[in-house]
């Protein structure tokens, strides 16, 4: 019984801690740790001690496919250079910048073991990394590079570890494997090209093998079940063959995720995204208040050690120090290059240096591998409190004014409202090619055509409700108005749906398909009209280019100023609400958008025949082409 109430206590602590957390803007990891710490010193806690198997083979796989599901491969790929100079070079360069200092300041610890503990502290966390970098809205290319860097990072790591200890003398446990043995540069190159190779080779046998099955499974659950075992998969042959486990799930979950619609269907993978959301917030979470957890113990094994507690935590202190300084220092480094050759600008480089340089939380990784140390390391509780000191150190330092220097710096990941303008692009032409390809069907039905076509020019329409003003009064879009009375009568026909249900007259399947058809139509609604309000709060900053503009767009230079600014003539003269206003660019003709009803925009285009209209929204700068549907 005690193991299962520990599981459902600590479920229920990280519940209700990030339930408690989230609303005042606390990170949850944070405050899962501070938790956990003060936690281990109250009597009658038990005393949790996690062991580097439970870690490195129970909950670091998972966590890294997790992350892995939610990352570009093509972003991954653009940015390899930046992310590779990070996750190789930038740890061996913290590894042995580590080393250096502790090796200073405790004598009676040897160069390779004070290399091994550089090697426990120098990557960053996937988890702490991404979810402060998106919490906070830092620039896409910051967070991608970030994910990335966390991802690979953890292979160089365990293999510097693995080869410190051995040439240290040291057995190494857990999964860094290998026994103690003379260590020379040719064995050490020779273990990173095993790790490296062994561990894509074997990330990509995985892909192939879950590819052939997905194939072949139609069954939701079953799909669901089996992305559950392929991050254990990837990661235990691996590391048998003496690979690296890390990359070898990465690999699998960067090929998975890339291929999943040509091996997946939409069920299954929605179903596959709500259940790894579910066991990613679970494990995440429940790692960082473990880590809490660890706290009075470590404490306990260090009071009776050669240092003792005090001198300990001092060291810890310094080597805090040295990791939060020897990253930005490696960045600044890097970024300086295109600055010097001319490529960029000192102010941008230097935000984006600093506010990179900062987010190098540490976490589950850097606990798992302090627990690898074998018994008889030197010094062996004092580095593991080490190691737990920089965890907690970078997680409460950079986690909580992470956000702080990101706007003092100005750097800002991208704006609501311009994504919203880019889905509205991205879902016009896709409808567009899909309206296109019916109308070539010679078997269509040309009243079912006309039924789509309307359909599909709601649904872009919504997409484009969400930007700009809303006319007179800044009244609800006709979107939000439709949603709203939708979803009034959803919830009446629900409570029709339960009155029956108590009447007993209805089979519980028929009335589960029922519920089950109005819960996910009210879904959409609710998360489109929540959408479209956090857009509509934000401003809108310049624009970047849109690739793939017509030469309709890219001719249209110098748009003509518009006629009218106070709104649409038309509809004015007419008696009509206008939703969007719009400007001819050739003429400045105003004219309103396709949501409202008199859609002069469109009108004022079939009547003189010039393509390109413009928003004059405030704060708005985008054109689009009635020819080409495109938007620049």
Not at 3 to 17: G, Q, T
Not at 311 to 325: C, G, P
Request: proline residues 6%.
């Amino acid at each position: 019984m005690q193991p299962a109430v520990l599981v459902v206590a600590v479920v229920l602590v990280v519940i209700l801690v990030s339930r408690v957390a989230g609303p005042r803007g606390i990170p949850a990891p944070l405050a899962l740790l501070v938790v956990g710490g003060v936690l281990s010193f109250v009597p009658g806690v038990p005393e949790l001690r996690l062991s580097p198997e439970v870690v490195l083979f129970g909950l670091l796989p998972p966590l890294l496919y997790s992350a892995s599901l939610s990352t570009s491969l093509v972003d991954i790929r653009a940015y390899r250079s930046r992310i590779l100079s990070l996750s190789v070079g930038l740890v061996l360069f913290t590894a042995v910048g580590v080393a250096v200092v502790v090796w200073a300041l405790l004598p009676g610890v040897s160069f390779p073991v004070a290399l091994a503990l550089g090697a426990v502290v120098a990557p960053p966390d996937a988890v702490a990394a991404t979810a402060v970098a998106r919490r906070i809205g830092l620039p896409r290319k910051i967070t991608t590079i970030l994910e990335g860097e966390s991802l690979l990072n953890d292979a160089t790591a365990l293999v510097t570890l693995r080869t410190a200890l051995a040439a240290g003398g040291l057995a190494v446990h857990g999964a860094a494997g290998g026994d103690p043995g003379t260590v020379t540069p040719g064995s050490v190159v020779l273990d990173l090209l095993v790790a490296a190779v062994g561990g894509v080779a074997i990330g990509v046998l995985a892909f192939l093998l879950v590819g052939a099955l997905r194939r072949r499974l139609t069954e939701v659950p079953a799909d669901t079940a089996l992305s559950f075992i392929v991050p254990f998969l990837a990661y235990a042959p691996a590391e048998a063959v003496g690979g690296s486990g890390v990359l070898a799930v990465v690999t699998a979950g960067l090929l998975l995720a890339h291929r999943s619609t040509a091996l997946q269907s939409a069920p299954s993978r929605l179903s596959e995204r709500i259940n790894w959301s579910s066991v990613t917030f679970v494990l995440e979470n429940a790692v960082f208040l473990l880590i809490g957890l660890q706290v009075w113990a470590l404490l306990q094994d260090t009071r009776t050690g050669e240092l003792g507690t005090g001198r300990t935590l001092l060291v810890a202190l310094v080597v805090l120090a040295t990791v939060l300084v020897l990253r930005p220092v490696w960045i600044l480094t890097q970024n300086a290059v295109p600055v010097l050759l001319g490529r960029a600008q000192w102010r941008t480089m230097l935000g984006y240096s600093l506010v990179s340089g900062w987010a190098g939380m540490r976490g589950v990784v850097t606990l798992a591998a302090a627990l690898t140390l074998p018994e008889e390391t030197p010094m062996r509780p004092e580095l593991v409190l080490v190691a737990l000191t920089v965890t907690v150190g970078t997680l409460l330092l950079q986690g909580t004014t992470l956000p702080a220097l990101a706007r003092a710096l100005d750097v800002r990941g991208p704006d609501p409202r311009q994504d919203a303008l880019l889905e509205a692009t991205v879902l016009g032409a896709t409808t567009g090619a899909g309206l296109r390809a019916l109308e070539k069907d010679p078997d269509a039905d040309p009243a079912v055509v006309a039924t789509i076509h309307e359909q599909a020019a709601d649904r872009v329409n919504r997409s484009w409700e969400r930007l700009g003003t809303l006319g007179p009064g800044d009244r609800e879009s006709p979107a939000e108005a439709r949603a709203r009375l939708r979803i009034q009568m959803i919830r009446e026909e629900r409570n029709e749906l339960l009155r029956i249900r108590a009447r007993g007259e209805v089979d519980h399947a028929v009335l589960t398909s029922v519920l089950g058809q109005l819960d996910a139509e009210e879904s959409v609604l609710v998360w489109g009209t929540t959408r479209a309000a956090e857009v509509r709060e934000s401003e809108l900053r310049p624009p970047e280019q849109v690739a793939g503009a017509c030469e309709h767009l890219v001719d249209d230079r110098a748009p003509r100023p518009p006629t009218e600014t106070d709104g649409c003539p038309q509809c004015r003269a007419e008696g009509l609400d206008w939703v969007h206003l719009r400007a001819c660019t050739e003429c400045g003709q105003v004219g309103c958008c396709d949501s409202s009803v008199g859609k002069h925009a469109q009108a004022h285009f079939h009547d003189s025949g010039h393509p390109v209209m413009r928003s004059i929204e405030p704060g708005e700068a985008w054109r689009w082409c009635f020819v080409d549907e495109a938007l620049g």
